[in-house]
């Protein structure tokens, strides 16, 4: 089995780029590829306009962050950070200089006397941080540097990252499974599965235009509605079968269908798409009458499972809406927020 297959991936310069993924889908393999600590099988690897695959990892100026800190427990703070500029022989007061910069850039002046046991997780983070960046390389490689944090400081440090990536102009390579920090951090995402690249592209377009079911799913929590469909005319009417509902998608979608030869579909439909509906209306792409089955509060807004005679819904209201379990819930969808992915290669069909 291959970690990675035929990844092409080009990172532009100063960008902040997210590798984003479930675990073991080659995120890991492909940081440490580029940074040299593994060889490719095959392929090249250029860092600006230099091919490095035989540069050893030292001499790709490139600094990385792990997600196991592993700061020098023997060190203080300061020696921590001064490490590597010791290594590269800089001068003492040049040393002294660029280790308070980065000190203050981080927050960390106060603690520059401590050893890294003495600090929360939080502080150690910033202080593996300060290491990678108190020399300025060309590009960061962050492997999950986040994932030790409690929710709280994930939230504040994902806040400090984008700031520091707009300070330092760096080029960015982070890993993640987590999408929230994909979609919040990242000027452009790309999602692996299984050593694949599935999509390429800013977090909006990812999100609204996913390239196939597994970016659909992955992508968006609560997750997608995916409905298996077959593709039908009823009375010359076209439309897509569900177990609950037909479905009419616009002309030019169902054009675009037809054309791919698709024998059976998947409908997908976000959880902010679906809207509780009085009465019957021709403009709606499909009308689904189910029953409330689970409301999940979360304070300022709401996630409810709508249990249709088949299958279920999910969608998201605003908090006030009180929904009793069990009520009668009619679900309608406009036809400009319907997706289609062909059911057996699982690529989107449509614009
Ligand atoms: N040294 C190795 N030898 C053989 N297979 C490996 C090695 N390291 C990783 N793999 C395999 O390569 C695949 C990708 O691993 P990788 O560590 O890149 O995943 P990942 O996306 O970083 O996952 P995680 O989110 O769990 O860190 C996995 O199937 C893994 O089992
Ligand atoms: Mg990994």
């Known amino acids: 089995m291959l970690a990675l297959s035929a990844l092409t991936l080009e990172v532009r310069d100063g960008e902040f780029f997210v590798l984003l993924g479930p675990s073991g889908c080659g995120k890991t393999t492909a940081l440490r590829i580029a940074a040299g600590l593994e060889e490719p099988s095959e392929g090249s690897i250029y860092i600006g306009d230099r091919l490095v695959n035989e540069v050893p990892a030292k001499d790709r100026d490139l600094a990385m962050v792990f997600q196991s800190y592993a700061l020098y427990p023997h060190l203080s703070v300061y020696d921590n950070v001064a490490f590597g500029l010791r ?8 040393i002294d200089r660029l280790v308070r910069e980065t000190a203050a850039t981080l927050g960390i002046q106060e603690l520059l006397r401590r050893r890294p046991a003495a600090l929360s997780g939080g502080q150690q983070q910033r202080v593996a941080l300060g ?3 108190v020399r300025r390389p060309q590009a960061f490689l962050m492997d999950e540097p986040l994932s030790n944090l409690d929710a709280k400081m994930r939230v504040q440090m994902r806040a400090e990252l984008v700031r520091l990536h707009r300070e ?3 080029t960015f390579i982070y890993v993640t499974h987590d999408q929230v920090e994909a979609m919040t951090m990242g000027e452009r995402v790309a999602v692996l599965h299984q050593g694949l690249l599935q999509q390429v592209g800013t977090p909006q377009e990812v999100y609204d235009r996913p390239a ?5 799913e992955f992508i968006g929590s609560p ?25 009419r998608p616009l002309a030019a979608l169902w054009a675009v269908l037809e054309a791919a030869g698709a024998r059976s579909a998947v409908v997908g439909i976000r959880p902010e798409h679906l809207a509780p509906q009085e009465g019957e209306n021709a403009e709606f792409a499909a009308c689904f009458e189910g029953q409330v089955d689970l409301v999940e509060s979360l304070g300022s807004e709401q996630h409810v499972t709508v249990a249709l005679p088949r299958g279920s819904l999910v969608l998201r209201l605003p908090a006030a809406r009180r929904l009793p379990i069990g009520s009668p819930l009619r679900l309608a969808v406009a036809p400009v927020h319907l997706q289609l992915f062909d059911a057996e290669t699982g690529r989107r069909i449509g614009p």
């Open 87 to 94: 290594m590269r022989k800089y001068s003492r007061s040049e």
């Open 131 to 133: 290491r990678a960046i």
């Open 168 to 170: 330092l102009r760096g």
């Open 212 to 216: 196939n079911l597994f970016v659909a």
């Open 223 to 247: 997750a997608m509605n995916l409905l298996e469909a077959e593709p039908v005319r009823v009375d010359g009417q076209p439309g897509l079968r569900t177990a609950d509902a037909f479905v």
